[in-house]
C-alpha cells in the first residue's frame, strides 16, 4: 500500500536518481577514453579452453573487468589434451588446464617461443558422499580431516585398486545402495582431456616408487594399474564438468575426480553443494592452467589475467589459485575451510611426465 | 490411450527440417498423426536445397533424441530470453554418431543434442568433431510397473533389481515394453544395465560378462512384448495395448505419462533397480564445423540452460533432475543414491552387445512387406527405387548391426497389383544369413510393375500369412504403396475383417510408408486402426530408403 500511495514521487526520484546514473555513465565512459586513449579499441578474442575454466569466463563480473582492459572474450571448451587437433586458426589463444598440452597446441599452431602465462591453478581432488568418504576412510583408504574434508591415501587406495578390491568388500557399505562394484575413481579421459591426464601423472609416480615415470621401463612397470584404474570406468567422458554435474544431479560414480575450482566456485558463489565431502589425494601433480597466445590479439590477455588485482580477485571467487596467491585464496575461502585445504597440508606435489609418456600411459591404460 | 496421449503428440510430431517457426512446431505437434520425416531426410545423405542447409543467424540446427520435444516450452523461453531460435531434427543415438563421425553432419547441423554421448565417444573419428559439451540435464533408464503387476510380484519399488526382474520375466510373470538398442539411447541404456545386473559385472561390461550372461538374458528377452524405434511411440503403443505390465523409459517420461494420464488411468510405479542404472545426461554439444556465430548462439544457449530459471523449468516441466546446484528436483523423483552402473568402455563391446541382441537375445521377427507394383510404379522410377531401399535392407556383407535383416528373421514379400502377385518367404538363418539374404535380393530383383492397386486385399493376405506361422515373434507389417486403392475390397471390408481377428493377431501394427500419390488420409486411418504409424518418404529421391530402415526399429 505504501508504495502505491507515494508511487508519483517516488518515480519522480527514481528519475531524477537515473538521469544522474546515465550522466554519471556517461561521464566515466568519456573519463575512462580521455584516461587510456589507446585501449579503448575493444578487441575480440576468441579461446578455447578446459572446461573447468568456463564458468570464469562467462562470470558477468569478469567479462565486464575484461571489457574496462578492452577485451571482449568467447570461449569455447575443449579437453585440454585434444585441443591441438582443433582447427586453431580460429582462436586467438588457447588456455589448457597444465602446461604439457599447452606445449602441444603451441607446435600444432606452429609458434615457436610464445609468451605463455600461468595466470592460475587448482589442484585435483575427489568428490564423495559423505557414506562413501566415511567408508573409505574405515577401510583405510581415506583419512577424514573434518565433516566434508578428507584425504585420499594413494597408496592403499591403489593397492585396493590392483586387487579389483569392490564396495561390497568395504566394511560399512551395505548400508548404502549405490556402493556396489569395484572401487574407482572416475576420471576424464586420459588420452583427451587434462584432469584424467593428471591423474595418471600422480598414481603412476605412486606406483613408480615415488618417482616420475620417465622410461620404457618406467611404463612397463606402471601401465599394468594404470589399465585398471581406467579400464574399469567404462566409457570416458572429455571434461570434469560431466561426471562433476552427475555429481550435483545426484547421480554419477561415488568417487569423482574434479578440480578443486569446481567445488570451490560452488562454495564461493554461494551455493549449496549438497552432501559433499572433498578428499585431497596425498600425492598430486604440480602445475598451472597455462594460457597460450596464438594471435597478435590476445599477446597480453594472459598477463593481464595473471597481474590485474580485479580479475585475480575473481579468479579466486571462481575457485582458482591465482599466482604465487595461496594468501589470496585461503583469506577469501576461509569461511569454508571446513571443506578446502587451502594450505595442501599434506599433500606430496610431484612433477609429471613427458607428454610422450604420459600419452603412451594412456593408451596403455585404454587399452 | 489417455495415458500416453500428451507424450505422443510431443514426441511423434518431428517438425521437418525446412520449418523453423515455432508456431508451425506448435502446429505440428498439435496433430497427433504420426509422421516421420525429419530424421528419414537426415539418414539418406542426400544434399537439401541451399535454404534449409545454411546456417542462418540466431537459428540453431540441431540434431537431437526425439524425447526431446517435451523440452519445446522450455526452448520458446530460451527464446525470448537469448534471441535463440532452436530447429531440432531427431535422431537415434547411434545414427547421430554415424552422422556426426561421417562427417554427414558437418555444415548440415550446429550441434548434437543427444541423451548420451558415450556411443559417439567410442568413434575415434569423432575427437575432433566436436567442440563444447554442456549436460543440460539428467535422466536415468527406469521401469515402470503398473500398480496391479507391482502387487502381484510383492516388490517394494526401492528393493527391486536387475536379476528379481529378471527372474519375474523368466516365470512368466511380467511383460514389458522397451525401445530398440540400435535406435534408442533408453533401449541401449536397458540393454547395457540388464547385461550388467545379470553378469554380475563389477565394472565396466567386457565380452566376457555378456557370453555369461548370455542365457539369462535370452529369457529376460522373452519378456519384451513391445518393441519401437523411440521412446515416445512406445509409450502410445504401451498405451493402446493394455496387456503389457511394464515399461522400460526415462524416468522423465515414465513420470509425464503419470502427469498426463486423464481420466485417472493408474499411474505407473517408477522403478530404479537397486543394483544400478543408467542415466542420461543430454549433453548439448557443438560440432567445430558449426560456424562460429552459430557457436556463439550455442554458448548464449548453453549458458542460459544451465541458469537456475531454466533448470527449475526443466525439473518441473519435464521431469529430468536439475544439473545446477541450488536447484531442487521436481517433487516425485526419488532422491535415493544409485549405482550407475559404466556404459562400455570399447566399441568392440558396445557393438558385441548390440549385435547379440539383434541376432540372438531378443525375440525373432516375421515381417510382412506388402509392396505395391502397380503399373503407376513405372513413373518417375519408382519401381527402381523400391528395389534399391527393399535391397538395402539385405546389407552387404559387411554390414553394421541392425543394418540387415536380423538373424531368425522371417521376412514375407508380398509384391500386389490389382490383386496379390506372390507370397515369398525367406528365414534368415543364424550364422549362414547368406543364402536367405540372397533369395530376397533375387526376389526384388523380378519385382515388375503392373496391374491396379488393391490395397485392403493384399493387407488382409499378410495378416492370413501372419497367422500361419508361431506367434512367438515381433509381427508387424509394411505397407508401400504409390496409390489409392483401386480394386478389390474396400476399407470396410479390411475393417471387418481386422475385428474378427484374434486378439493376438490384432497385436499385428501396419507401418505404413506415404509414397508417389498415395492417400496419406487412408493410410493414417489403417495405422491408427491397427496401432501402427505413418512414415513419410514422400521427400526426395532417398526418402523410400530412409523410411524403410526406420521401420526396422519397429520391427
Not at chain 1, 585501449?39 to 578455447?48: E, F, P, Q
Not at chain 1, 567445488?263 to 597460450?292: C, I, R, W
Not at chain 2, 507424450?7 to 506448435?26: K, M
Not at chain 2, 544439473?323 to 552402473?341: H, I, N, S, W
Request: net charge neutral; with cysteine.
Amino acid at each position: 500500500m505504501g508504495f502505491r500511495e507515494h508511487a508519483a514521487p517516488v518515480r519522480r526520484i527514481l528519475g531524477i536518481v537515473l538521469g544522474l546514473l546515465l550522466i554519471g555513465g556517461v561521464l566515466y565512459v568519456a573519463l575512462q577514453g580521455q584516461d587510456r586513449p589507446e585501449s579503448t579499441a575493444t578487441k575480440t578474442v576468441r579461446g578455447v579452453i578446459g572446461s573447468e575454466k568456463s564458468e570464469f569466463f562467462r562470470d558477468p563480473d569478469v567479462v565486464k573487468a575484461l571489457a574496462a582492459k578492452g577485451y571482449i572474450v568467447k570461449t569455447e571448451t575443449s579437453g585440454s589434451w585434444a585441443m591441438d587437433q582443433l582447427a586453431l586458426k580460429e582462436f586467438d589463444f588457447a588456455f589448457p588446464g597444465s602446461s604439457e598440452p599447452a606445449k602441444e597446441v603451441a607446435a600444432a599452431a606452429g609458434l615457436k617461443g610464445a609468451q605463455e602465462t600461468r595466470p592460475f591453478y587448482s589442484p585435483l581432488v575427489v568428490i564423495a558422499r559423505p557414506g562413501a568418504a566415511q567408508v573409505l576412510a574405515t577401510g583405510g583408504l581415506a583419512t577424514m580431516t573434518g565433516k566434508n574434508s578428507g584425504t585420499l591415501l594413494m597408496g592403499p587406495f591403489l593397492k585396493a585398486a590392483a586387487e579389483d578390491r569392490t564396495w561390497q568388500q568395504l566394511a560399512g557399505s551395505s548400508a548404502h545402495a549405490e556402493l556396489t562394484g569395484t572401487v574407482f575413481v572416475k576420471t576424464t579421459d586420459p588420452a583427451s582431456s587434462n584432469s584424467g591426464a593428471l591423474f595418471l601423472a600422480a598414481t603412476s609416480n605412486v606406483a613408480n616408487g615415488s618417482t616420475v615415470v620417465a622410461d620404457d621401463a618406467g611404463i612397463e612397470r606402471t601401465a599394468p594399474l594404470m589399465r585398471k584404474l581406467i579400464s574399469v570406468q567404462g566409457a570416458l567422458e572429455t571434461s570434469t564438468d560431466d561426471p562433476f554435474r552427475a555429481f550435483i544431479s545426484g547421480s554419477g560414480e561415488p568417487l569423482i575426480l574434479v578440480y578443486e575450482s569446481q567445488v570451490a566456485s560452488l562454495l564461493l558463489q554461494k551455493q549449496d553443494p549438497g552432501e559433499m565431502v572433498v578428499l585431497y589425494p596425498d600425492t598430486t601433480v604440480n602445475t598451472a592452467h597455462t594460457f597460450v597466445p596464438l594471435s597478435e590479439d590476445a599477446k597480453e590477455l594472459g598477463t593481464l589475467l595473471a597481474t590485474d588485482p580485479k580479475l585475480r580477485e575473481l579468479a579466486v571467487l571462481r575457485g582458482f589459485r591465482p599466482q604465487d596467491g595461496v594468501a589470496e585464496f585461503t583469506a577469501a575461502t576461509a569461511p569454508h575451510a571446513g571443506y578446502l585445504n587451502p594450505g595442501l597440508a599434506g599433500i606430496r606435489q610431484v612433477g609429471t611426465p613427458t607428454v610422450k609418456i604420459l600419452m603412451a600411459l594412456a593408451q596403455r591404460a585404454k587399452g | 490411450m489417455s495415458a500416453a496421449g500428451r507424450v505422443r503428440a510431443a514426441a511423434q510430431a518431428a517438425p521437418r527440417p525446412p520449418r523453423p517457426r515455432r508456431r508451425r512446431v506448435r502446429t505440428a505437434l498439435a496433430l497427433t498423426l504420426a509422421v516421420l520425416t525429419a530424421a528419414t531426410a537426415c539418414t539418406s545423405g542426400e544434399p537439401a536445397g541451399p535454404a534449409e542447409t545454411a546456417y542462418q543467424e540466431g537459428t540453431l540446427r540441431v540434431l537431437a533424441s526425439s524425447e526431446l520435444a517435451d523440452m519445446e516450452p522450455v526452448l520458446e523461453q530460451a527464446r525470448k530470453a537469448t534471441g535463440v531460435t532452436v530447429k531440432l531434427t531427431w535422431s537415434g543415438t547411434l545414427d547421430a554418431a554415424e552422422q556426426v563421425a561421417s562427417g554427414q553432419a558437418d555444415g548440415r547441423y550446429d550441434a548434437i543434442w543427444l541423451s548420451s554421448n558415450d556411443y559417439l565417444r567410442l568413434r575415434p573419428e569423432a575427437a575432433g568433431k566436436l567442440s563444447s559439451e554442456t549436460p543440460v540435464m539428467s535422466s536415468p533408464v527406469a521401469l515402470g510397473v503398473k500398480p496391479e503387476a507391482l502387487a502381484r510380484l510383492g516388490w517394494k519399488p526401492g528393493e527391486v533389481t536387475w536379476p528379481a526382474v529378471h527372474e519375474a520375466v523368466a516365470a512368466g510373470r511380467l511383460t514389458y515394453g522397451m525401445t530398440d538398442p540400435v535406435r534408442s539411447n533408453s533401449g541401449f541404456s536397458a540393454l547395457v544395465s540388464v547385461a550388467s545386473g545379470l553378469s554380475g559385472a563389477q565394472a565396466a561390461l567386457s565380452d566376457a560378462d555378456v557370453k555369461a550372461a548370455t542365457p539369462r538374458l535370452k529369457e529376460f528377452f522373452t519378456g519384451q512384448k513391445l518393441t519401437s524405434g523411440s521412446s515416445g511411440w512406445l509409450a502410445t503403443a504401451y498405451g493402446r495395448r493394455g496387456d503389457v505390465d511394464a515399461l522400460v523409459n526415462y524416468e522423465s517420461v515414465l513420470l509425464s505419462m503419470n502427469r498426463d494420464a486423464k481420466d485417472g488411468g493408474a499411474p505407473l510405479t517408477v522403478v530404479r533397480p537397486r543394483d544400478g542404472v543408467v542415466t542420461a545426461h543430454y549433453p548439448l554439444t557443438l560440432l567445430a564445423s558449426a560456424p562460429a556465430g552459430a557457436r556463439d548462439a550455442g554458448r548464449a544457449l548453453t549458458d542460459w540452460l544451465r541458469g537456475p530459471e531454466a533448470q527449475r523449468a526443466i525439473t518441473g516441466q519435464t521431469f529430468r533432475r536439475p544439473v545446477a546446484a541450488g536447484v531442487a528436483p521436481a517433487a516425485g523423483l526419488d532422491q535415493e543414491k544409485r549405482r550407475e552402473l559404466p556404459f562400455p568402455g570399447s566399441r568392440v563391446v558396445a557393438d558385441g552387445l548390440l549385435a547379440s541382441y539383434e541376432n540372438e537375445l531378443r525375440r525373432p521377427s516375421r515381417t510382412v512387406y506388402v509392396l505395391d507394383t502397380s503399373g503407376s510404379m513405372s513413373d518417375e522410377d519408382r519401381i527402381g527405387r523400391l528395389r534399391s531401399a527393399l535391397t538395402d535392407l539385405t546389407g552387404t556383407g559387411t554390414s553394421g548391426t541392425g543394418r540387415r535383416f536380423r538373424d531368425r528373421e522371417e521376412v514375407t514379400l508380398l509384391p500386389f497389383g490389382s490383386k496379390v502377385k506372390e507370397v515369398n518367404t525367406h528365414v534368415v538363418e543364424p550364422g549362414n544369413p547368406g543364402p536367405a539374404l540372397d533369395a530376397i535380393r533375387r526376389d526384388v530383383k523380378s519385382l515388375e510393375p503392373d496391374g491396379g492397386t488393391a490395397i485392403y486385399g493384399s493387407l488382409e493376405a499378410a495378416y492370413e500369412q501372419l497367422g500361419k506361422g508361431g506367434t512367438d515373434a515381433f509381427t508387424s507389417i509394411v505397407l508401400m504403396t504409390d496409390g489409392e486403392n483401386t480394386e478389390g475390397v474396400g476399407a470396410k471390408h479390411f475393417d471387418s475383417f481386422y475385428a474378427k481377428l484374434p486378439e493376438a493377431q490384432k497385436r499385428t501394427p501396419v507401418f505404413a510408408v506415404l509414397f508417389g500419390d498415395s492417400d496419406r488420409k487412408e493410410l493414417t486411418r489403417i495405422t491408427e486402426l491397427t496401432g501402427g504409424r505413418l512414415f513419410d518418404a514422400t521427400g526426395g529421391t532417398s526418402a523410400l530408403a530412409g523410411a524403410f530402415e526406420e521401420i526396422r526399429g519397429y520391427q
